[in-house]
Nanobody, 124 residues
Framework: VQLVESGGGVVQPGGSLRLSCAHS????????LLWFRQAPGKGREGVSC????????VYADSVKGRFAISRDVARSTVSMDITYLKPEDTAVYYC??????????????????WGQGTQVTVSS
């Protein structure tokens, strides 16, 4: 299993970004794919999840309405669109895979594979 995130960068408050997670070594239909983030000095926070089988999604309350996770099965990619960025969104964003298709945002430990992360910085 390999996960490679991309799309991070420096954005002004109110701006938008699309993060992508290219995955290989497994079938998306069998797993759930999640996005977590980790701000400096803080723990890893789950923000979104998509069930690979039925495409259902889960979001943390802190990002509902601003984050949107989606999948492109043909391209083996899961993306997350982030709008109305705030300084508190500054973090390293990671994608993760759960082999049991569990969308558990509260516990990073239940996930099986992780990417290396991509930095998002929101600053004027």
């Amino acid at each position: 299993v390999q996960l490679v995130e991309s799309g991070g960068g420096v954005v002004q408050p109110g701006g938008s970004l699309r993060l992508s997670c290219a995955h290989s070594g497994f079938s998306m239909n069998d797993y759930a794919l999640l996005w977590f983030r980790q701000a400096p000095g803080k723990g890893r926070e789950g923000v979104s999840c998509i069930n690979g089988r039925d495409g259902s999604t889960v979001y943390a309350d802190s990002v509902k309405g601003r984050f949107a996770i989606s999948r492109d099965v043909a391209r083996s990619t899961v993306s997350m669109d982030i709008t109305y960025l705030k300084p508190e969104d500054t973090a390293v964003y990671y994608c993760a895979v759960n082999e049991f298709r569990l969308c558990v945002l509260s516990d990073p430990q239940v996930n099986d594979y992780w990417g290396q992360g991509t930095q998002v910085t929101v600053s004027s």
